[in-house]
């Protein structure tokens, strides 16, 4: 599941969206697509998790680390920020050149 940036290119994070241009199902035609992260990515305690959240709610500064880490501050339960991040290619894929949560 996952692994959209090996089929992505030009990919950013702002905020909690990711946005990319993926090639479609023949392989050359690009598409620019994006999906809103926050659903999927919960910030507990500093540390980003796969599971339904709202982590842009206590996180700031995303950025993309990498093809597919994206990097954030957020807060711990005591309220101190703490560098965080999650590899998006672990549930984020290319459907047919659009982002899609799997």
């Avoid at 998790?49 to 993309?64: A, D, M, S, V, Y």
């Avoid at 101190?80 to 894929?93: C, Q």
């Amino acid at each position: 599941t996952g692994d959209f940036s090996k089929s992505c290119y030009g990919s950013s994070v702002s905020g909690s969206t990711l946005s990319s241009t993926c090639y479609k199902a023949d392989g050359y035609t690009p598409n620019p697509t994006s999906i809103n992260l926050n659903p999927y990515i919960e910030n507990v305690d500093g540390v980003l998790k796969w599971q339904p959240g709202n982590f842009i709610e206590t996180c700031r500064n995303t950025e993309l680390a990498g093809p597919s880490l994206m990097a954030a501050q957020c807060l711990t339960r005591d309220q101190r920020l703490v560098p965080a991040e999650i590899n998006l290619d672990d549930h984020i894929a290319n459907i047919n050149g659009v982002l899609k949560f799997e």
